[in-house]
């Protein structure tokens, strides 16, 4: 079991009721998770991990996908969602770390920078 601050980056539907999270984290850098049952009315991680949000993610390594199984916001930014030219700035950062960051390589400084944005 590992914890560690990320921001999730892109999150799309996958199976039934589950989530593919595409996560950039403090420690592992870009890596892409599982959210088991985050499509559910219910779900109690849904409300913690929204895209653009710092959240301290607690997850488990699994054959095929790591798989969360806690998550909690440490900051939402609310500024952005009242403004729309910063969501637009802040959505085009985001795809651009999608887009362009490598899987399991952390960097210190693309961290700091997205924190910073």
Do not use: C
Not at 12 to 22: A, G, L, S
Not at 86 to 111: C, G, I
């Amino acid at each position: 079991m590992l914890t560690t601050l990320a921001i999730p980056l892109r999150i799309r539907p996958f199976r039934e009721y589950d989530r593919m999270i595409t996560l950039y984290t403090k420690e592992y850098g870009k890596m892409t998770v599982v959210g088991r049952g985050m499509q559910k009315v219910r779900s109690k991680l849904a409300g913690h991990v929204r895209e653009g949000t710092l959240a301290s993610v607690t997850f488990v390594n699994g054959k095929r996908f790591d798989t969360i199984i806690g998550a909690t916001v440490e900051e939402w930014f609310p500024a952005i969602s009242r403004d729309f030219h910063r969501l637009a700035v802040a959505t085009s950062l985001l795809e651009n770390y999608d887009r362009w960051m490598k899987e399991d390589f952390p960097a210190l400084p693309a961290w700091e920078l997205l924190v910073d944005s």
